[in-house]
């Protein structure tokens, strides 16, 4: 079932510890079969170094076991938060890398600051509120899907492919496995970039024709960036 879907979401979670963006088991990655209405991810605690696409697990949007030899990865409730908020998304990516993670715990948004993050995000990349004690205590998983929502309530997550998640860790998402994958290098670095460019000196936002100009010539209605 699903073979060609597996076979890119093992290798994109793999991608994952060729980019430095996780160690040990931490991060996962998933992709959804729109048609199908069912989702691929990780294993829950599967080491990468021996991970196989026949290893990947298939549920359902209820959160169902639907095929495969291992439990699901734990963040598997957040992941279908997404797939029915964000109804654009194909896969969706999570990781506790460095940067990003050290934004999500000082529970600040990563600003704009230059071009490289506007070619990728059109503002900054958001950090929700921290979770409630009884948020935490009730369905943590589900509810750490929720308050990503809440986030997006006035913003576009095709614009914005990303958040921290507060005292967490960042989530990243994309039309694809690949897609997402990219977005999830692009805050990381842009995450240090930011944090480097605020110790050397105060930073202004990046202007808004600036920002307007790098974003929309990739993803606007009359983008030119690339190979048309």
């Not at 890119?8 to 040990?24: Q, T």
């Not at 209820?62 to 598997?76: P, R």
């Not at 309530?153 to 990219?182: C, M, Q, Y």
């Amino acid at each position: 079932m699903l073979k060609k879907l597996k076979k890119k979401v093992c290798h994109s979670n793999l991608e994952l510890v060729d980019y430095g963006l996780v160690i040990f088991t931490w991060g996962n990655v998933s992709a959804i079969d729109r048609e199908k209405g069912l989702i691929v991810i990780k294993p829950s605690g599967i080491s990468y170094e021996k991970m196989k696409p026949e290893d990947m697990v298939v549920v359902d949007l209820e959160g169902n076991l639907v095929e495969g030899d291992f439990k699901q990865s734990s963040d598997t409730a957040t992941h279908i938060i997404l797939y029915n908020k964000f109804p654009d998304i194909g896969s969706i990516v999570h990781t506790h890398s460095e940067w990003a993670t050290i934004w999500a715990q000082s529970g600040q948004p990563v600003p704009v600051l230059g071009t490289t993050h506007a070619d990728y995000f059109y503002g900054d990349i958001p950090c929700t509120r921290k979770l409630t004690k009884s948020e935490i205590n009730s369905d943590y998983e589900k509810e750490t899907g929720n308050v990503i929502a809440e986030t997006f309530r006035d913003l576009d997550p095709n614009s914005i492919p990303g958040v921290l998640v507060n005292n967490h860790g960042p989530f990243s998402w994309g039309k694809t496995p690949a897609e997402a994958v990219e977005n999830a290098v692009v805050m990381e670095t842009v995450s240090k970039m930011a944090f480097y460019s605020l110790h050397i000196k105060r930073v202004p936002a990046i202007e808004q024709a600036l920002l307007d100009k790098h974003f929309l010539r990739k993803h606007g209605d009359h983008a030119y960036y690339g190979q048309q």
